[in-house]
């Protein structure tokens, strides 16, 4: 039994054309009617398959296919259906797409489960102009409080989120009774683009996902001394923009050190005030991010990074306030979903040579790559609820994120094929486990 790769095509190809702007990429945030219409269209592919379909309180779309009896609870695919400004075709979508493929080549088969097979498309996945990414299933998992939600809305519009989400077939009011709980479901795997470059380096289709990155950001304000900038001498200044720059490069030099290729850091956003050609900066804000894939490599780099800066400020005679705005702890993934995965990726694709591996950089086990996810995915929030895996399929050159973003047909064969085998295989040893 295989997925039906034409079909899968077809379906990622109609997506796309939803938010579609005139240089090839994809608009497709919350609120936007591009967004809209791609609901709508979800809406219809599943009623054409004859599934239910469930809106829940934070517009989060649930396709279930019960062909069981029993009362086990679902196994859940998915991801999102929401696209970045100027984005691809594949973030998000493919992990959808392929949940309702395999939902579709099962019931095509008549394949009788022992547990009820749903697939989820969250709200939100990404950074929109609400101000709230990952908003549908940290909504589900009650990591998000009514009061946040209702206070949010559309930077540009100024739409409220309730109004929002409830034109998207939501309901805030109802966020209580929508949140879901440990042992809700079975389990929930995610396919998704690696958006990075292990598996291209390495000419390999899929991958298996061991942890997803610990993410910890800090808004940082740098005080110093506006001046004018052709009467105070250089030994007299306290330039704030100077000491954030310097500060920036900490950052990458601390990182850089390490050598690895799970840790990575990041500023990449400023704020200089006043912003003049003719006036020293009195006042400049930075955001540091780093991602981790264990707490103690986090501490290591800020106790490093504390250090310097502590010395620039000492040396430039200025200080910094420091404000941490996100400490996300790296999230790992259920061991057994992981192997099996693995196991069926091992089938379907050609492995390295033991030589490559070694050369590779990345971690393998029985010839599978085992990596860790840099980016966030709704699949963090999830596995607070249920056994959690992810499944990685090869981005060409590593580009996601942007309208270049490409998955080869072959790769995307390999992962479907091996997923849909990995749900029928975890269907039948959550059975066992329960049953003993």
């Not at 540091?288 to 010395?311: A, D, V």
């Not at 430039?316 to 702890?329: M, P, V």
């Not at 950089?361 to 029985?366: K, W």
Request: hydrophobic letters at 40%; a negative charge; glycine letters at 8%.
């Amino acid at each position: 039994m295989k997925i039906n790769l034409e079909r899968l095509e077809k379906n990622l190809k109609e997506l796309s054309q939803f938010g579609r702007n005139k240089d090839g990429g994809i608009d497709r945030s919350l609120g936007s009617e591009a967004e809209e219409e791609a609901r709508s269209w979800l809406l219809e592919k599943a009623l054409d398959m004859g599934a239910a379909i469930k809106i829940d309180a934070m517009a989060n779309i649930w396709i279930n296919w019960k062909r069981t009896n029993c009362e086990n609870k679902p196994i859940t695919l998915g991801s999102h259906h929401d696209a970045v400004p100027d984005g691809g075709m594949y973030d998000g979508a493919l992990g959808v797409l392929m949940g309702l493929e395999i939902l579709q080549t099962l019931k095509e088969n008549q394949v009788p489960l022992n547990h009820p097979l749903q697939v989820v498309s969250f709200t939100a996945e990404e950074p929109n102009p609400f101000n709230i990414s990952t908003m549908g299933s940290r909504g589900v998992t009650g990591k998000l409080t009514l009061e946040q939600l209702q206070a949010s809305s559309h930077l540009i519009t100024g739409e409220s989120l309730t109004a929002a989400i409830k034109r998207a077939g939501g309901n805030l009011q109802g966020l209580l009774k929508a949140q879901l709980r440990k042992n809700d479901m079975a389990a929930f795997i995610e396919c998704h683009i690696e958006q990075g470059r292990n598996l291209y380096d390495n000419q390999l289709s899929a991958g298996t996902v061991t942890k997803i990155t610990g993410i910890y950001r800090e808004l940082i304000t740098v005080k110093g001394e506006a001046n004018h900038a052709g009467t105070t001498i250089m030994e007299h200044r306290h330039d704030a923009f100077l000491a954030a720059a310097q500060a920036a490069l900490v950052v990458e030099e601390t990182v850089k050190a390490l050598n690895r290729r799970d840790v990575v850091g990041t500023v990449g956003w400023f704020e200089v005030s006043p912003n003049s050609a003719n006036i020293i900066s009195g006042n400049t804000k930075f955001i540091m991010e780093i991602r981790f894939p264990e707490e103690l490599i986090k501490q290591k780099i800020l106790l490093s990074i504390n250090k310097e800066y502590t010395e620039i400020e000492n040396i430039r005679g200025l200080c910094f306030h420091r404000e941490i705005i996100l400490d996300q702890a790296p999230a790992p993934m259920d061991d057994r979903i992981m192997k099996i995965i693995g196991e069926e990726i091992s089938k379907e694709q050609s492995p390295l040579p033991p030589s490559a591996e070694e050369s590779s950089g990345l971690e393998f086990v029985e010839h599978v790559p085992m990596l860790v996810s840099m980016a966030g995915h709704d699949a963090v929030h999830m596995s607070d609820i249920t056994k959690t895996g992810m499944i990685f399929v090869q981005s060409i050159e590593g580009k996601s994120h942007c309208r270049e973003e490409k998955t080869d047909s072959k790769d995307i064969e390999i992962a479907g094929n091996a997923m849909l085998n990995a749900v029928l295989r975890l269907d039948k040893e959550l059975t066992y486990e329960n049953l003993n």
